[in-house]
Nanobody
Framework: QVQLVESGGGLVQAGGSLRLSCAASGRGRTFRICHMGWFRQAPGKEREFVVSISWSGSSTYYSDSVKGRFTVSRDNAKNTVYLQMNSLKPEDTAVYYC???????????????????WGQGTQVTVSS
């Protein structure tokens, strides 16, 4: 079993920045995690893909809605993935979830069904 814990959410004004973190832990299986992803879910809406990153960090894929504003990175020594969010907009308001995929592959993995483990989520609120 893998546990994911997000942190870094909060309230920020439009145009501001936040950095989310997702720490992964779990006996043995942590090292098999390949892709990791960030999703978000606003009230009354479906969970939406934000970005994914391969285990090496060499492959990333962003949704069009965040491309150029958000940057994903990872520190494998710390089993942690980061999401730097700049130029935030009110429409970025949502609960942000970290997800991990426990199998290898070469896709972009943009749907929730492609991930095996999920964090509890962290609220991001952007005021206008």
């Amino acid at each position: 079993q893998v546990q994911l814990v997000e942190s870094g959410g909060g309230l920020v004004q439009a145009g501001g920045s936040l950095r989310l973190s997702c720490a992964a832990s779990g006996r043995g299986r942590t090292f098999r995690i390949c892709h990791m992803g960030w999703f978000r879910q606003a009230p009354g809406k479906e969970r939406e893909f934000v970005v994914s990153i391969s285990w090496s960090g060499s492959s990333t894929y962003y949704s069009d809605s965040v491309k150029g504003r958000f940057t994903v990175s990872r520190d494998n020594a710390k089993n942690t993935v980061y999401l730097q969010m700049n130029s935030l907009k009110p429409e970025d308001t949502a609960v942000y979830y970290c997800a991990a995929r426990d199998t290898s592959g070469t896709g972009y993995y943009t749907t929730p069904q492609e991930y095996d483990y999920w964090g509890q989520g962290t609220q991001v609120t952007v005021s206008s």
